[in-house]
Every structure is written in C-alpha cells, then in structure tokens.
C-alpha cells in the first residue's frame, strides 16, 4: 500500500473540506442541494440562438445630402462598428458605393481607405474636385493616388504603434486637454494586441494627432476655396469594433475606476469634422435634456447578505427621488458559491425593491466565474431540472449561457408579479463570445457586463454576434464606470468618484455605478454622496429607463433641407415617442416647431430640447434673438 499516496490523499481532501466550509462555516453543505418553490416551473417555451446573418450594407444607405456619406470603398471591413460609432455619437449619416452619390453630400468619409486598388481614376478625380470646391473629404486611410490632395510625403506601415496624442493647437482639438483624452491608447505592441496603421509624413498638411513616434495619425489640408482634406492613419471602425467586441482587455492604463475616453474623443474629432464641413448640421447629444452627465446606480445582488442589505440601498434612492437598477442572483442551488436564497428573495428581497420602484434584472443563476467559457446550450433550460453547480473559482458543472439567462429572467417575473426583465449583468463581468445573440433569444435589450475601461468609452453601443462586428444584435451594452471591489476602499474613494464624473461630464457621457449591497456605511454613503453631489448636473434613472431613451434615439433619423425663401427645415423621424430628446444645432441657432406631433421643450443658441411622437415632424432653424 502506498501511504504517501494516502496521507497526500488525505491532505488534499482535508483542505478541499475546509474551502468548502469556508463560506459558511455554521452551515452543514450537501452540494447541489435544490430550493424548490412550489408551482413554480419554465420557461415554457425554447430559445435557441438566431443565426448570426451578417448586415447589409443597404440598411444605412437612406438619407439626404445633409447627413455625413460614408463612401465605402470595401465591403469587407468593419463598416457596420463604424456605423453603430456614428449613431453613438449622433452623426446622421448614410453609406454608398457610388462616388457620384457621395459627393452631393458637402461631407464625404471614404472609408476604410483610399488607393487607386479600390478606387478608379475618375472616382479619384471626383473626390478631389469635392474638397477644391470647397467640401470635405475624410479618408480612413491613404494608400495611393491621393497623396497631393492630402499633403502626403510619404506613408509609414507598422503594428508596433499603439497610442494617438492629440496636437493642443490644432482647432479641432480644442477643449481636449485633460492628459486621459490628449493621450489615447488603442492597442498593446508587443503583447497580445496589435493594430495595423499607416501614418503619414507630412508636408503641406498640419498633423492633427501623432503616434507615439510622432508620425502623423491625423493630418488635414486646407485649401483657399473653403475644402479640407483629413486623413486618418488608423482604421476607425476597426478600433471600434475591438472597442465593442471587448478585444481591448487592457490597453486602458488602468483597468476600472478610471476615465478611459479613447473612443470617445477619436468620435468627438470626428463630429467637428462633421459639423465644420455642413454649417446646418443638426446632430444628436448623448444625455437625456441635455444634461452633461448619465448618471445611473446599480447594484448586484449575488449573496445572502447582499439581498438582505438592498432595501436600505433602494430606501435612500426612493428618499432622493432615484430609480436604481438591482441585478438579482436567483440562487437555488447550494455550491461552492454559497447558499441558495431563492426563497427570501421571493418572500422579502424582491417586494422590497419592487415597493420603492426599482428595477429589477438578472444577475444569472450560479453566477458562475467561468460563465465565458460555458457551452451556449440549446435554449431548453428550465427550473428546476436546470441545476448548475459551481464547483470551485474555474469549474461550473451542468450550466449553459442560455440557461443563465433564459432562467433568471424567468424566476424574477415568475416571483415579482410578471414585471418585465429587460436587463442583464454577468458574474465578475464575465463576457462570452454568445452573449449579445443569447441576450436578444432571451429576451433582454440592455446589458451591463463591461468596464469602461475594457471598452475606451462611456457611452453605450450596440452590440454584434459573435462580437464579430458583422451581425448587428438590437441590443445594448453599458459599461460599467465605478466599481467597489477594486482598492481603495469606497470610504476613501468619495473625491476621485466626483472627479471621475465631472470628467466624463466635460463632453457628455454616461457614469454607470457597481456597488454590492452588502454592507451599507461607506457603501450607501458614497451612493448618498454622489446623488446628492451631483443632483443638479445629471440626469438620473434606471438602466432600463436610459436604454428605452438610448435604443430609441439610435433609432432618430435628421433631414435638413433649405426652403426656397431662403430658411432651412429640419425633419426628424422616430418609430417610437421619445421625450428629452437633445439637439446640437448650428452656432446661433434656435429651433421652431412646423408640425403638430413634435414640441420644442426647451431652445437656446446652438441647442433644444425636443419631445417627439412617433412618426414625421418638421422644425425650422431660425436666428437666434439678439
């Protein structure tokens, strides 16, 4: 007999023991033991994953010669991020391939690049007849045939490049001077994310932004007529593709709790492009009544003393007028995570919530740490012969994607009165590869699974099958800004969370709080600080409530069009009503209703504030009063 097997045996058995008491020393465990409520069974019906059917291009080619044209000169690219970037950071815009189309619009993107490969002499020639007439022409990249129009000496290929530095003394960098939005990482030379670009040297044009070897990432010439010629040494909706897709784990300098606005500010670039080259553009801000910050409080419920701690939480939101989003764990399975608390949840913690007006989403059922690499599953999943089991920090046994969401989303409307679950957070921000087809099969519209800092933004976008970037999936992730588990301390942290958001607020964007209920002192007590600090500078609401407004804006489609006496019409259309809708207008103007259907809440120089219905509405720009 080999008893240095068996006392090794023993050892190994006697600290598996211990980790597994280790949760709950007072508790005597029975692994996959089942809280079974009675009467309680589903989903009734399957959801298998739709088919990941690539988007055609002729969905965004519609649209007026006052939207931005997007000329893409190949179809195998990443066209379809570029155009969800837009509708982000409210561009009007449509596609073609037609170079004779493109030009009628003042503002042309060749996209992803110009070369006499993609494009022939005559459509060369037409794009650079547009800019000597005084238009704008944006190129993804210059391989050829244009390097005079654009100021070229020479390009520069390379994927040893991984950081853009904006020129403070260029106009179109104006205002951006914070270091997180001078300074913008996009990729990792070296390790394990790289990314192709071409950067120019330059002779007759000014450098915009530089790569970290101070070749030109963005260059632009002026010419006498009014034209303006950019080019771009980095392929924009391939970086947004990554952005979104989560390829980008870090190249943020800091993972979480920071301001990481690459994506933003490269758009933002984009925008003053834009409206420069189409004095009437009229383009869509990103907060509701156009307050400069998002704000939205959430709270993940994956514990016994979390679900406990929680109505104090909703309290203090509900005290100050807050709708806060809970994410809620529907644990029934007793594993290494913990106790099941299936049953209190159904008996306190959810009437809680539901009795101060919060909303209520789904934080999976196991909660699982290797929830990206779990098997999709076939959409049969239901409780309670569904049983995963958590065995340890990297295996989970008999669970699926779909069965994750499919049976949370069916337990709290099942358990909470049949009120919709439209939203979703992953344990540990898990993101599987699935995840936004198997959101869209289940149900849901809105997802919460990423750090900012993974995704180089704070807004929300839409998100692709696969997170390929080829099959647009209608719904929406927003990333996470602040969270607690990592240091310092939330005690110690009420300063840099208020610095946090007043930089996003700069330029407009979301600020998406995570915080575990577990414990209230310095964890409500920020929450407390926060809403009280920043009431009067942002607007604030669920996440369901913001991805209703945000899904239906990215919906709105802006026509701009002169009249024959000389005054310019602004027709704006919705599938879906949408109140506290915020317009960027032309310097100097205001805005006018034509219309029954459309008000004008609120207009000021340069901006308004519109509620639509559903449908058509015509507004007219008008000078603003002296």
């Given amino acids: 007999m080999n008893y240095r097997y068996l006392a090794a045996l023993a050892l190994v058995l006697l600290i598996s023991s211990l980790a597994w008491y280790s949760v709950d020393p007072t508790r005597k465990r029975s692994a996959g033991e089942l809280e079974i409520i009675t009467g309680v069974s589903g989903p009734a019906t399957t959801t298998p994953l739709p088919p990941a059917t690539a988007t055609a291009v002729s969905r965004f080619q519609r649209g007026g010669r006052s939207r931005l044209a997007v000329l893409l000169t190949d179809s195998d690219s990443a066209w379809l991020s570029l155009a969800h970037g837009l509708q982000t950071i409210g561009i009007p815009f449509r596609f073609t391939t037609d170079v004779g189309t493109a030009v009628q619009h003042p503002v042309v993107y060749a996209y992803p690049a110009i070369s006499g490969r993609l494009l022939n002499g005559e459509a060369l020639r037409a794009l650079a007849r547009h800019v000597r007439n005084g238009h704008t022409v944006i190129a993804g990249t210059v391989h050829g045939g244009l390097h005079e129009l654009f100021g070229i000496d020479a390009v520069s290929p390379s994927r040893s490049r991984g950081r853009i530095e904006l020129r403070p003394e260029h106009p179109l960098t104006s205002g951006f001077d914070l270091p997180a939005e001078r300074l913008l990482p996009f990729a990792r030379p070296g390790h394990d994310i790289a990314m192709g670009t071409h950067a120019y040297i330059a002779g007759r044009a000014a450098v915009v932004a530089q790569f970290e070897d101070r070749t030109g990432a963005i260059i632009e010439r002026r010419f006498d007529s009014g ?336 009249r024959p006496d000389g005054s310019i019409k602004v027709e704006i259309t919705t599938p879906e009503a949408i109140r506290q809708l915020a317009l960027e207008l032309p310097r100097g103007r205001t805005l006018a209703p034509l219309s029954p259907g459309g008000t004008v809440e609120r207009t000021w120089p340069g901006g308004a504030i519109v509620a639509l219905d559903a449908g058509r509405q015509g507004f007219m720009l008008k000078p603003a009063s002296p």
């Fill in 227 to 562: 034209g303006r010629a950019l080019a771009l040494g980095f392929d924009l909706g391939f970086l947004l593709q990554r952005a979104h897709g989560r390829r980008l784990e870090g190249v943020a300098r800091r993972h979480g709790n920071a301001y990481a606005p690459s994506v933003d500010v490269l758009l933002r670039v984009l925008k003053r492009v834009y409206r420069a080259g189409q004095p009437d553009a009229v383009t869509l801000g990103v907060v509701p009544d156009a307050r400069p910050l998002a704000m939205i409080f959430t709270h993940d419920i994956d514990s016994e003393v979390a679900n406990t701690q929680a109505p104090a939480f909703a309290r203090a939101a509900r005290e100050r007028g807050l709708t806060s989003t809970f994410f809620v764990q529907t644990k029934y399975v007793d594993d290494w995570n913990g106790v099941p608390f299936l049953r209190e949840l159904r008996h306190k913690g959810l009437q809680q919530l539901a009795a101060q007006g919060m909303e209520v989403a789904s934080h999976s059922v196991s909660h699982s740490p290797d929830f990206a690499s779990l098997a999709p599953g076939d959409g049969s999943e239901r409780y309670p012969t569904y049983r995963p089991v958590v065995l340890g920090p990297a295996e989970t046994r008999d669970a699926t994607v779909l069965g994750e969401l499919r049976v949370s989303r069916f337990l709290l409307e099942a358990l909470n009165g049949g009120a919709p679950v439209r939203s979703f957070r992953s344990g540990h921000l898990a993101y599987p590869d699935a995840l936004p087809e198997a959101l869209l099969a289940t149900g849901y519209r809105f997802s919460s699974s990423m750090l900012a800092s993974t995704a180089l933004t704070h807004l929300p976008f839409a998100l692709t099958a696969q997170r390929a970037g080829r099959a647009a999936v209608p719904v929406f992730e927003f990333p996470v800004t602040l969270e607690d588990e990592l240091p310092p301390a939330l005690a110690e942290r009420v300063a840099d969370a208020l610095t946090l958001a007043r930089r996003i607020a700069r330029h407009g964007g979301m600020f998406l709080v995570l915080i575990h209920p577990d414990r209230a002192g310095d964890k409500l007590d920020l929450q407390n600080r926060l809403a009280d600090t920043l009431a009067t500078e942002a607007w604030t609401g669920s996440l369901s409530e913001f991805g209703a407004w945000w899904a239906t804006r990215a919906q709105v489609a802006i026509e701009v069009t002169g």
